[in-house]
């Protein structure tokens, strides 16, 4: 009777803990707060740097017009903003998509790097025509998520930044 007792909770333990979900931040679209995204990119050019958002100082909305995400990341010791800003038309089903395609979706997309304790700020933007593309894999009332790349362009200077390995996610808050 021991013996069943000890192969039974063994049984169970394994069980129990084998198939445990990863719930740390290298699992991308976990434990989101509803109304905030996030989103990882690498920028090079003009910018060299890893983004990873701050789930915190982000934000997304969906209105009837754009599904809408600006994730952040703030340096209050430095006064260093650098955010994204990643609008989707709300129409936009799941797919690829290549801006500099006829009949492309208006994807915008904008990468911002300010101080805000001297005022300098410079973005880059791609919009439809430009060298970006955008595969999304979830377009919902409730998610977005999808990866993207390309080039972003700065209209003042013509300085440009190369996205490579983006990706985004967010759940809506309605």
């Avoid at 304790?117 to 973005?123: A, F, I, N």
């Amino acid at each position: 009777m021991n013996k069943l007792i000890i192969i039974l909770s063994t049984v169970c333990f394994i069980f129990t803990t084998a198939c445990k979900k990863d719930n740390s931040t290298n699992n991308f679209d976990s434990n989101l707060t509803n109304g905030r995204c996030r989103v990882f990119c690498t920028i090079n050019g003009a910018i060299t740097m890893d983004y990873a958002s701050q789930d915190v100082n982000s934000f997304s909305a969906y209105n009837s017009v754009s599904m809408v995400l600006e994730p952040v990341i703030l340096n209050t010791t430095t006064g260093n903003k650098e955010y994204i800003s990643l609008l989707v038309p709300v129409n936009t089903p799941a797919g690829a998509y290549d801006l500099t395609a006829a009949g492309a979706p208006a994807i915008s997309f904008s990468f911002t790097k300010e101080n805000l304790y001297s005022g300098v700020s410079k973005t880059w933007s791609a919009t439809v025509g430009s060298n970006m593309t955008f595969v999304i894999t979830k377009a919902s009332y409730t998610e977005l998520e999808g990866t993207f790349s390309g080039i972003a362009t700065n209209t003042s200077d013509g300085s440009t930044i190369t996205i490579t390995n983006g990706r985004f996610y967010t759940v809506f808050s309605h």
